[in-house]
T-cell receptor, first 103, second 112 residues
Framework: GIQVEQSPPDLILQEGANSTLRCNFSDSVNNLQWFHQNPWGQLINLFYIPSGTKQNGRLSATTVATERYSLLYISSSQTTDSGVYFC?????FGAGTRLTVKP | NAGVTQTPKFQVLKTGQSMTLQCAQDMNHNSMYWYRQDPGMGLRLIYY???????DKGEVPNGYNVSRLNKREFSLRLESAAPSQTSVYFC???????????FGPGTRLLVL
């Protein structure tokens, strides 16, 4: 089956910093989503992005399907951005990036 | 709209007991999914139902059964619970394979 790898596994930022999270996948993709799991365990949809670029406020995502990777950009990070960010490709999840934003 | 709802929120079982986790969605979605999440890991697919009347195995189906009761409801059954099934279980739904997937709040299961 498809393999999904996320990097880095952990990321610690000061409030206001920018960050880039990466998702590599091993095969062609039909669908790709980014999720944020907050400290209470809730999974929140961020982007459905099998290809191209999308932006939503301080967050944006780019998927280059031909090169089998997706990037999630977080600008001007806030403490509420803390949690785990997951990439999911065709029902297969990566292990996630744990983001901690310090005030 | 309530979205995707799951019951119960939390359950403790003894080894060998059985239980059914319930999931319902009110978004008229065709596809429904059951995942488990173990500590420090991503979600793994247990079973899914691409449409009413169909079910298929995912990555980790052993020890589980599912029923797509109707378009709205998709249940997950543990016939004889084992400590290895201690996990958080998430239900999800979406309109089709090329659409956004929406998740329920999860059920925390502890098997002693």
């Amino acid at each position: 089956g498809i393999q999904v790898e996320q990097s880095p596994p952990d990321l610690i930022l000061q409030e206001g910093a920018n960050s880039t999270l990466r998702c590599n996948f091993s095969d062609s993709v039909n669908n790709l989503q980014w999720f944020h799991q907050n400290p209470w365990g809730q999974l929140i949809n961020l982007f459905y992005i099998p290809s191209g670029t999308k932006q939503n406020g301080r967050l944006s995502a780019t998927t280059v399907a031909t090169e089998r990777y997706s990037l999630l950009y977080i600008s001007s990070s806030q403490t509420t951005d803390s949690g785990v960010y997951f990439c999911a490709v065709d029902m297969r999840f990566g292990a996630g990036t744990r983001l901690t934003v310090k005030p | 709209n309530a979205g995707v709802t799951q019951t119960p929120k939390f359950q403790v079982l003894k080894t060998g007991q059985s239980m059914t986790l319930q999931c319902a969605q009110d978004m008229n979605h065709n596809s429904m999914y059951w995942y488990r999440q173990d500590p420090g890991m991503g979600l793994r697919l247990i079973y899914y139902s691409a449409s009413e009347g169909t079910t298929d195995k995912g990555e980790v189906p052993n020890g589980y059964n599912v029923s797509r009761l109707n378009k709205r409801e998709f249940s997950l059954r543990l016939e004889s619970a084992a400590p290895s099934q201690t996990s958080v279980y998430f239900c999800a739904s979406r309109w089709g394979a090329l659409e956004t997937q929406y998740f329920g709040p999860g059920t925390r299961l502890l098997v002693l």
